[in-house]
């Protein structure tokens, strides 16, 4: 079923009369809904029935002016958020700069060609949706995804610790193979439970790392060899989780990175992890170590379902596709941290659909040491 979508809705506070109408006009035959009204206290007083989408304001108005509508809007709770966008003659640049520093998104001055304050409106509207789809993602990771994620292997280590109480009380003795078998789960969990916590700890180091130079507690840059073996060390646990070891190829030669070595092992096991957990069984995993004099490139191919084009442009941390229709363990963490380890590595990450044939490769790219 498709939904359709209502048009985005803009409040318009201008004193002119003449500006207004024209301004209604260019606005609702670009297929917006416009509510106007004549200064900033009429603005405030429509606020709460009409919910703008943006508020498009000039600024020299009777009553309430603009810099007093914005300050209004900003302090209210419903509305702190909405774009705001100032008017203002030419030569009142000050106006523009006081409005900027009141939290206005953007401006526009008089005059001004229409196709110039549609685009502004489109860019900032558009905006807005997206950091609302990112919200809305973040929240249903951390309203149900995170929690299922810590409840069952939880509930694993719990349940296997209450069997052993009851034994113990009861003066049963568990066999050999029980014991191994107990403790073969229980560790599987606490891995588990460990791999969520490692994800946030770098992606609290790589945030925190944004802009800044690096900060201590968090993984150190240094000097770490990529190598063949190496790699087939790090993702020996997770084929064999998967019971996949012959599906794993790693080729390639060494090079030398100034990366954290944690962190880089974290991000190999996931897209090593998303290649197993989105192929076949039987179907080849292959991993490539292809160098540079400047750069070192790690490959991660698969046979899998692959990404459509609307995924692959907004894949990133705590987002998850297809969750609803394919049953997946993991948090979704693990594409947005190779992106954003791969820039604080001086790299870039990149997910390219294989062509002819199905599945992705995705490629890791991180400067080579100097030393």
């Not at 209502?6 to 024209?22: F, G």
């Not at 951390?142 to 610790?161: F, K, N």
Request: include cysteine.
């Amino acid at each position: 079923m498709t939904t359709t979508r209502l048009p985005s809705t803009i409040l318009v506070a201008e004193d002119d009369p003449l500006i207004r109408e024209v301004m209604e006009e260019t606005l609702r035959a670009e297929g917006y809904r416009v509510v106007s009204v004549q200064d900033g206290q009429e603005a405030i007083e429509v606020l709460p029935r009409v919910r703008p989408d943006l508020i498009l304001s000039d600024v020299r108005m009777p009553r309430c002016d603009g810099f007093e509508l914005l300050r209004r809007v900003r302090c209210d709770h419903d509305h702190r958020v909405t774009p705001f966008i100032i008017m203002s003659a030419k030569a009142e640049m000050s106006d523009l700069r006081m409005g900027m520093s009141l939290g206005a998104d953007d401006y526009v001055t008089k005059p001004f060609l229409a196709a110039d304050l549609l685009k502004t409106i489109e860019v900032r509207i558009a905006r807005v949706a997206l950091l609302n789809d990112r919200l809305h993602h973040q929240q249903l990771f951390l309203t149900r995804v995170l929690p299922h994620e810590l409840r069952t292997p939880l509930a694993g280590i719990i349940g296997y610790a209450d069997l052993m109480v009851l034994l113990g009380e009861s003066g049963e003795t568990l066999t050999g193979k029980d014991l191994v078998d107990y403790g073969r789960n229980i560790g599987r969990s606490g891995q588990r439970l460990l791999g969520i916590a490692e994800d946030f700890s770098l992606w609290s180091w790589l945030e925190s790392a944004k802009g800044a130079e690096e900060r201590e507690g968090g993984p150190k840059l240094r000097q770490t060899e990529i190598t063949a073996e190496a790699l087939r060390h790090w993702c020996e646990k997770c084929v064999s989780q998967y019971g996949r070891a012959g599906d794993l190829s790693i080729e390639g030669q060494s090079a030398t990175v100034m990366v954290p070595k944690e962190g880089l092992e974290r991000v190999i096991v996931h897209l090593v992890e998303n290649a197993l957990k989105f192929s076949l069984p039987g179907a080849s995993v292959q991993v490539k170590i292809v160098g540079s004099s400047s750069a070192c490139e790690i490959r991660v191919t698969d046979g899998g379902r692959g990404m459509s084009e609307a995924e692959l442009e907004r894949f990133g941390v705590m987002r998850q596709f297809g969750r609803e229709k394919f049953e997946q363990q993991g948090i979704g963490m693990g594409l947005g941290l190779a992106r954003n380890f791969a820039q604080r590595g001086g790299g870039n990450f990149a997910l390219v659909r294989n062509v002819p044939g199905p599945g992705m490769t995705a490629c890791l790219t991180l400067v080579r040491s100097a030393g």
